[in-house]
């Protein structure tokens, strides 16, 4: 039920690919920038259609569009917070972008969904710490329901691959 992965997302064939996007939502760097590229210009005018909607996404919340050019049906865009040393609500943020980004997933019968190492690039949250609370959350929401049959977490970098492993005990 839960794969994990050392790879590109914008290349993992699944229902829905997570992006770990800015509240903006018009792309960026990282997993953002990459996603966006990959997927040409239909994730932005999507994008900009619920910025100009709802003014952006907030940090641990979640939106869907298409994914555009990408081997996924859909991007679930959610923003993980910036690490500030743990004294501004971070670790239930970061939960918060998992289950959302999740019931989002459920929401749109997405069976299939991977998700990038949300929080752990620009915005410094703790590795270690940002993989217990994926794979704790993943885990939780997934004792909820059978409606979502795999949950892929990607790693691009080995890093962070050896900490997943780490923690799923593979």
């Known amino acids: 039920m839960i ?25 960026g760097g990282g997993v953002d920038g990459a996603i966006h590229r990959a997927g040409g210009s239909d994730i932005l005018e999507a994008c900009r259609k619920i910025r100009d909607k709802q003014g952006g996404c907030k940090v641990g919340e979640a939106v869907i569009t298409t994914a555009g050019k990408l081997p996924a049906k859909y991007v679930i865009h959610t ?3 910036v690490w500030n040393n743990g004294k501004s609500n971070e670790e239930k943020l970061l939960a918060a972008a998992y289950t959302n980004s999740l019931q989002l997933a459920l929401d749109n019968q997405v069976k ?13 949250f703790p590795k270690i710490k940002a993989a217990e609370i994926a794979i704790s959350t993943v885990r939780n929401f997934l004792h909820t329901t059978d409606k979502i049959q795999q949950v892929i977490f990607v790693c691009f970098d080995q890093e962070n691959y050896e900490i997943y492993k780490k923690i799923m005990g593979s």
């Open 112 to 124: 299939t969904i991977a998700f990038p190492n949300i929080s752990t690039g620009i915005y410094h």
């Open 3 to 27: 794969e994990l992965l050392q790879g590109d997302i914008t290349k993992v064939k699944a229902d829905a690919i997570v992006n770990a996007a800015n509240s903006s939502l018009l792309g």
């Open 79 to 81: 923003v993980g917070p």
